[in-house]
């Protein structure tokens, strides 16, 4: 089982660009959230998705967006990227139904310049 | 005020000796409690997961949850080397499959 995919693994952006980010849940996972991390601080809620719809959401501005596939994979878009949104974007999974945890990937280091 | 406040250390201890690292938290609606390790450049790794108040221990690592105190601790008995990572402390209302609300981090150090 690979477990929670992400990728890709580093990104250098500009700021005022466009990043899309991309999580595969772990086999059996139906339910995806992302996170930001920023440097020396614990990771924040950004979203969660399942059946292809957004279900929650934090406190995050309008140019971060996702999406969930139909085969539960899902992206993280964020859009006129800002100096500030440099840091390790994580995505999380699991499944609605059963009780366990949720499973993080690696993450994606983003960079904005 | 952050829902939750965790030392972020660094904490340096020998090895062998027993590690406490605690979180308060604000918001008395929090039923699930977890501690979470991340080692650099990795994502975070679930080590305990508790609901309410009470201990559960598992193997080297004891969780204790105080909601009457808000207050919730990790403790690692004999501790190794291998443990010098990050510690989360985390939260959530519903379960942890709805948002989890994370500490800052506790950098720890066991010196060999």
């Known amino acids: 089982d690979a477990g929670v995919t992400q990728s890709p693994t580093h990104l250098i952006k500009t700021r005022g660009q466009q990043v899309t980010l991309r999580c595969s849940p772990k086999s059996g996972h139906d339910t995806v959230s992302w996170y930001q991390q920023a440097l020396g601080q614990g990771p924040q809620f950004i979203f969660q998705?399942?059946?292809?719809?957004?279900?929650q959401r934090g406190n995050f501005p309008d140019r971060f967006s996702g999406h969930q596939f139909p085969n539960y994979s899902s992206e993280l878009n964020v859009n006129a990227l800002l100096l500030g949104d440099s840091a390790l974007y994580l995505c999380?999974?699991?499944?609605?139904?059963?009780?366990?945890?949720?499973?993080f990937g690696q993450g994606t280091r983003l960079t904005v310049v | 005020q952050k829902e939750v406040e965790q030392d972020p250390g660094p904490l340096s201890v020998p090895e062998g000796a027993i590690v406490s690292l605690n979180c308060t938290y604000s918001?008395?609606?929090?039923?699930?409690f977890m501690w979470y390790r991340q080692y650099s450049r990795k994502g975070p790794e679930l080590l305990m997961y508790?609901?309410?108040?009470g201990n559960k221990e598992d193997g080297r690592f004891t969780a204790q949850v105080d909601k009457s105190s808000k207050y919730i601790s990790l403790f690692i008995r004999d501790s190794q080397p291998s443990d010098s990572a990050t510690y989360l402390c985390a939260m959530s209302v519903y379960s942890s499959a709805s948002k989890i609300i994370f500490g800052s981090g506790t950098r720890l150090s066991i010196r060999p």
């Open positions: 918001n008395s609606a929090f039923q699930y």
């Open positions: 999380a999974s699991r499944n609605r139904d059963w009780n366990t945890e949720a499973f």
């Open positions: 508790t609901y309410s108040s």
């Open positions: 998705y399942y059946e292809e719809e957004e279900r």
